[in-house]
Antibody
Framework: EVQLVESGGGLVTPGGSLRLSCAAS????????MNWVRQAPGKGLEWVSS????????YYPDSVKGRFTVSRDNAKNSLFLQMNSLRAEDTAVYYC?????????????WGQGTLVTVSS | EIVMTQSPATLSVSPGERATLSCRAS??????LVWYQQKPGQAPRLLIY???TRATGIPTRFSGSGSGTEFTLSISSLQSEDFAVYYC?????????FGQGTKVEIK
């Protein structure tokens, strides 16, 4: 059974930093691209970042580019999101999600999410 | 950036009736279109990928169609567990973008 477990969320002041982790199990982690998707309270879904299976290819939307850094440790089956210069608009539940397949970049498995609150 | 627009925002349907949800892309995404279902307090669930392929374990009452810029998700006979919010998402271009969602509620 695929499991994705996020951790690291919490309350942080504007301008602060936070590092999210996602522990993966139940599949060959090193074979799949991984993603972060967020959802602000009462709002829709927003893609945050993607990283290829090897970590060679990384993508961000403009809203987080230069502030967020995605990484992975295939030896430890873990995905990370380093978030710097946080803003109130970054407040959201952050989900890690696994790609369906190498050529199909949609999200078949999701974690339960971790809440990040940016507030003074 | 490709803008995904879903309609309607809310759809009121009686159990057993058919529901039809629309998703429009601001430019062609070929068939690189996904549908997700999300219930309150839960992570999204993949329903349809490649515009029309049901994901593993998804009931046959869910069907997707379309290509290019116009897409449809149909639920043939709504069950109580189908009342939820549905999102489309394109994976043809970066950045990946979602529609704003359609809430399917009980009429």
């Amino acid at each position: 059974e695929v499991q994705l477990v996020e951790s690291g969320g919490g309350l942080v002041t504007p301008g602060g930093s936070l590092r999210l982790s996602c522990a993966a199990s139940g599949f060959t982690f090193s074979s799949y691209s991984m993603n972060w998707v967020r959802q602000a309270p009462g709002k829709g879904l927003e893609w945050v970042s993607s990283i290829s299976s090897s970590g060679r290819y990384i993508y961000y939307p403009d809203s987080v580019k230069g502030r967020f850094t995605v990484s992975r440790d295939n030896a430890k089956n873990s995905l990370f999101l380093q978030m710097n210069s946080l803003r109130a608009e970054d407040t959201a539940v952050y989900y890690c999600a696994r790609d369906l397949a190498s050529s199909i970049s949609c999200y078949v498995d999701w974690g339960q999410g971790t809440l990040v609150t940016v507030s003074s | 950036e490709i803008v995904m627009t879903q309609s309607p925002a809310t759809l009121s349907v009686s159990p057993g009736e058919r529901a039809t949800l629309s998703c429009r892309a601001s430019q062609s995404v070929s068939s690189n279109l996904v549908w997700y279902q999300q219930k309150p307090g839960q992570a999204p669930r993949l329903l349809i990928y490649g515009a029309s392929t049901r994901a593993t374990g998804i009931p046959t009452r869910f069907s997707g169609s379309g290509s290019g810029t116009e897409f449809t998700l149909s639920i043939s006979s709504l069950q109580s567990e189908d009342f939820a919010v549905y999102y489309c998402q394109q994976y043809d271009n970066w950045p990946r973008t979602f529609g704003q969602g359609t809430k399917v509620e009980i009429k």
